[in-house]
């Protein structure tokens, strides 16, 4: 079956940097446009990052541009986000998010910025 396993998540201190992993089981993952959510305490989830089926394609929220990096490397079936000056608007549970016949989630990556 689809398994979407993050990882990477924590806490740390406002500007400094995390990088979560999301490794991907039970489908053709090159295949798939790839996402990344986060839903931070009393709002709504909201889409973070997305990156096309080869990677040559990124999208970002403008929350996040210029020091979110979203990336995939479709050998080892993992969809990666390199996340730096954090800061305390970013803390949330951050998703890796497949849309196939179905849309598939995570169980989500806790991650804390504050000092």
């Known amino acids: 079956q689809v398994q979407l396993v993050e990882s990477g998540g924590g806490l740390v201190q406002p500007g400094g940097s995390l990088r979560l992993s999301c490794a991907a089981s039970?489908?053709?993952?090159?295949?798939?446009?790839m996402r990344w959510y986060r839903q931070a305490p009393g709002k709504e989830r909201e889409l973070v990052a997305s990156i096309s089926r080869t990677g040559s394609s990124t999208n970002y929220d403008d929350s996040v541009k210029g020091r979110f990096t979203i990336s995939r490397d479709n050998a080892k079936n993992t969809v990666y986000l390199q996340m730096n000056s954090l800061k305390p608007e970013d803390t949330a549970v951050y998703y890796c998010?497949?849309?196939?016949?179905?849309?598939?989630w995570g169980q989500g990556t806790r991650v804390t910025v504050s000092s």
């Open positions: 039970g489908f053709t993952f090159s295949s798939y446009t």
């Open positions: 998010n497949a849309v196939t016949q179905y849309v598939y």
